[in-house]
């Protein structure tokens, strides 16, 4: 900004836009002609862009601003300021960022402007793009205004030609930016809705399955993907072919990677523990005659030494999902997911050293922290299953281990065990094999005196013993 407009003493600004920002009611355009007279924009946005050390003044200026933007002659400056609208875009400050998103909402709304000339401001000052990056990466009330300007700017044809260009093979702004962008794009709630229903999806697709493509970039896509499809929301949105297409693009990149690209792999993995966290994300993995989720199972069960043990660990992490373990309710799935849920696991066993999943279930308890934590997980999904149930109890071992507060010595690791050995407890209590097996019943007394006494390892008081000198033994 000039010199002209910066200012020593901001403390009349700060009054004069908290009189004007809390004024009840719509500003005339009088009194915000009257109000710019005493301090122009390029002042007040100086002021918002060097002063931010002065307390309070940040959420007086946006909120004076906000104010000011929605009068009729506010609006109508707003075309001078677009280089201050793509600054505030990408400002590290989310109450900057909200305003400027709703600027570019105060612009479009503004029933004097010329649609075309509109338009070739969001293009040319790069604002869509910057509008798509805020929905991705910024805070509920930054996605919120985004969401806002971007269907505005979708309610007129010129518009709509620049959130879906109808040209074939354009690689949109859409597209880049999800493929660069981080995957907590997808946990805003308030873009949920806008994503699924845009060709978002079809563009992480073709970015996952693109070979030509930095490995980097195709693990986002995935990230992204896991994360859309992780609300159980999104189905309500999405053709349930959408959600196949999905699937299947991360599924065959799992059948074309090699073993040393590792960090991919993983990411893959963890993208189905996401998409599985839902019922219906789960029992679209489960279903097919290959199901997706047999890279998950296979994985989980597959011990490669170091090299393979983040392989592992995200699988254990996305069978726990997908089985249902963070489901507080319909954790079981249908028939067909169900039964082949049931017969890879018993596939893997035969095909292992362990031979029965009882054996598999051990060995997961018997390697690494991280590791038995994970497989907590992914038992506490899976015993909900009466034939899983059956496997668990056949074997005692499985039974110490999970009932032991020694087994665990941090603090995480106590509350996956002490999760888990209910998650079995619960599952025992509804078999009617307590009630007719002594065995069983003796398993479930043990797992319920585990469960009384918590999470958490407490050691024993130690009575107090006289100490007896040597001297006074005489």
């Known amino acids: 900004m000039d010199?002209?407009?910066?200012?020593?003493?901001?403390?009349?600004?700060?009054?004069?836009?908290?009189?004007?920002?809390?004024?009840?009611?719509?500003?005339?355009?009088?009194?915000?002609?009257?109000?710019?007279?005493?301090?122009?924009?390029?002042?007040?946005?100086?002021?918002?862009?060097?002063?931010?050390?002065?307390?309070?003044?940040?959420?007086?200026?946006?909120?004076?601003?906000?104010?000011?933007?929605?009068?009729?002659?506010?609006?109508?400056?707003?075309?001078?300021?677009?280089?201050?609208?793509?600054?505030?875009?990408?400002?590290?400050?989310?109450?900057?960022?909200?305003l400027a998103c709703k600027t570019v909402t105060c612009l479009l709304e503004n029933p004097c402007s010329d649609c075309k000339i509109v338009t070739r401001l969001i293009t040319d000052f790069n604002i869509y793009p910057l509008l798509i990056d805020c929905l991705i990466n910024g805070n509920e009330q930054v996605a919120a205004a985004a969401m806002e300007a971007i269907k505005m700017l979708a309610g007129f044809p010129e518009g709509m030609e620049i959130v879906f260009p109808s040209a074939k093979g354009v690689d949109s702004d859409l597209g880049a930016i999800a493929s660069r962008c981080s995957s907590l794009l997808a946990e805003v709630e308030h873009g949920t809705e806008f994503l699924s229903k845009t060709s978002l999806l079809q563009l992480l697709c073709s970015i996952i399955s693109d070979n030509s493509v930095e490995s980097i970039l195709r693990s986002r896509a995935m990230m992204i993907t896991g994360r859309l499809l992780s609300k159980e929301i999104i189905y309500s949105f999405i053709d349930e072919s959408c959600a196949k297409s999905v699937i299947s693009s991360i599924d065959g990149r799992l059948q074309s990677l090699e073993i040393s690209d590792r960090d991919e792999c993983e990411t893959a993995l963890e993208a189905f523990g996401q998409i599985g966290s839902t019922f219906e994300g789960a029992r679209l993995l489960l279903s097919g005659s290959q199901p997706a989720a047999r890279h998950v199972i296979y994985a989980a069960f597959d011990r490669q030494g170091p090299q393979g043990h983040g392989r592992q660990l995200a699988a254990l992490h996305a069978l726990g999902n997908i089985s249902g373990e963070a489901r507080t309710e319909n954790i079981i799935l249908n028939t067909e997911a169900e039964e082949n849920l049931r017969r890879m696991v018993y596939e893997t066993a035969s095909k292992s050293s362990k031979l029965t999943p009882s054996g598999l279930f051990l060995s997961v308890l018997h390697q690494d922290s991280e590791i038995r934590i994970a497989g907590y997980r992914m038992i506490s999904g899976l015993v909900a299953r009466p034939w899983c149930l059956m496997e668990i109890c056949s074997k005692q071992e499985i039974i110490n281990i999970v009932t032991d507060p020694s087994t665990e010595t941090k603090k995480i690791g106590m509350e996956a065990r002490y999760n888990c050995c209910k998650a079995m407890h619960k599952s025992l209590m509804l078999s009617?094999?307590?009630?007719?097996?002594?065995?069983?019943?003796?398993?479930?007394?043990?797992?319920?005196?585990?469960?009384?006494?918590?999470?958490?390892?407490?050691?024993k008081q130690v009575e107090a013993q006289p100490v007896v000198m040597t001297a006074e033994r005489f």
Do not use: W
């Open 432 to 459: 009617s094999r307590v009630s007719s097996d002594s065995a069983f019943a003796g398993i479930a007394t043990k797992l319920q005196e585990a469960v009384e006494k918590g999470p958490y390892l407490v050691k």
């Open 3 to 98: 010199h002209e407009f910066s200012m020593d003493d901001s403390s009349p600004l700060l009054q004069a836009a908290n009189d004007f920002a809390t004024y009840p009611g719509v500003q005339s355009d009088d009194s915000v002609r009257d109000f710019l007279n005493r301090f122009p924009l390029p002042l007040i946005i100086n002021a918002l862009q060097t002063r931010f050390d002065v307390p309070g003044l940040e959420n007086t200026i946006v909120a004076c601003l906000e104010k000011l933007f929605k009068t009729k002659l506010g609006a109508s400056l707003i075309p001078q300021y677009m280089s201050f609208v793509q600054v505030g875009l990408q400002a590290d400050s989310q109450p900057v960022r909200s």
